[in-house]
T-cell receptor
């Protein structure tokens, strides 16, 4: 069965620090990969996605993620975080053969202190 | 404005009292889905629908029903709610089942 692991459940950073959130998935076939963000009290919004092509994808608000197929990873990065990045971040995966089934990780809560 | 709407946004109810949470999208999407979000568990899929009159179970369908009589609507029905269904519920829609657009969420408390 597919699964998604997010290694960090809570991350606390100061403004301007660099961010990397880990995401690993288990599935042997071809996958689509997503990062969603949920700001306090709001619904999920898509940050970025990878379907194919360049494994380094850029999303909104300065976020990027790198797909490393050999490591089954899709880590999220941002070189310099802002207080407004305080949110919960979810990695999600679906198999291209069953695109209806989106599997989410447990989420990482990021708190950025001014 | 393209959006997914859910009603109600907040609901407190008692065990066994049937309830329905509505979901509507105005993007003409074929695919719609319901998730529940619980602390430490992320989002788990309850049911999904690939088109009108086509629905299927997700990972946690027990205690829930859905229907898809129209393309734009995908209500979630709890026939006999129990306290373990206290959760935050999200509806989502997409064209292809890949990139999903989420509604604002419905916070349900069952006492």
């Amino acid at each position: 069965a597919q699964s998604v692991s997010q290694h960090n459940h809570h991350v606390i950073l100061s403004e301007a620090a660099s961010l990397e959130l880990g995401c690993n998935y288990s599935y042997g076939g071809t996958v689509n990969l997503f990062w969603y963000v949920q700001y306090p009290g709001q619904h999920l919004q898509l940050l970025l996605k990878y379907f194919s092509g360049d494994p380094l994808v850029k999303g909104i608000k300065g976020f990027e993620a790198e797909f490393i197929k050999s490591k089954f990873s899709f880590n999220l990065r941002k070189p310099s975080v802002q207080w407004s990045d305080t949110a919960e971040y979810f990695c999600a995966v679906n198999a291209q053969s069953s695109a209806n089934k989106l599997i989410f990780g447990a989420g990482t809560r990021l708190a950025v202190h001014p | 404005e393209a959006q997914v709407t859910q009603n109600p946004r907040y609901l407190i109810t008692v065990t066994g009292k049937k309830l329905t949470v509505t979901c509507s999208q105005n993007m003409n999407h074929e695919y719609m889905s319901w998730y529940r979000q619980d602390p430490g568990l992320g989002l788990r899929q309850i049911y999904y629908s690939m088109n009108v009159e086509v629905t299927d179970k997700g990972d946690v369908p027990e205690g829930y029903k859905v229907s898809r009589k129209e393309k734009r609507n995908f209500p979630l029905i709890l026939e006999s709610p129990s306290p373990n269904q206290t959760s935050l519920y999200f509806c989502a829609s997409s064209l292809s089942g890949n990139e999903q657009y989420f509604g604002p969420g419905t916070r349900l408390t069952v006492t």
